[in-house]
């Protein structure tokens, strides 16, 4: 098994909103991780009724660095994204997704032919440490609730 999106190229096909945004948007969008441009266009591409009509005039959260977003995250009232949602598409969630989907196919096509998957680079590697540090406390997170979810589901009698 191989898991994809923990190979660095395949994260190459995020570029896209960068590459159609236009200079203004681009520069409100700023440097974002989470739930901006890029994300809110997938969703209204794949699933539009998940998406409350509020992004529309969502007031911008830019950042230029990763600092900037960790003043953002712990600010009293933040909303819980960043970036600019308000210029997010549709038709930008379809040029990612079919992005992403081309990236893809050409990676397990390589690796089909017999590519060695442990020799690409992989994302998580070149992650900024500080990034990397939440993604491990947000996986011991997880590791926890799903404990729990065990533990109710045997109470339950569904394990």
Known sequence: M?????????????????????????????FNIHAGVEEHSEVLFLHP??????????????????????KFAVADGWPGYFGA??????????QVMEACSQKLDAIVLRVL???NPYALAHFYDQLDPRDAYIDKLERAHDREIEAKQQLWLKAKGLD
């Open 113 to 115: 032919d017999g590519a």
């Open 85 to 94: 949602p308000r210029h997010a598409t549709s038709e930008l969630g379809k």
């Open 2 to 30: 191989v898991h994809l999106f923990n190979l660095a190229e395949a994260h190459e096909c995020y570029a896209t909103p960068a590459k159609v945004l236009s200079t203004e948007a681009n520069a409100e969008e700023g």
């Open 49 to 70: 009724e998940l998406v409350s009509p509020g992004y529309k005039t969502a007031p911008s959260f830019t950042a230029a660095k990763f600092e900037d977003l960790y």
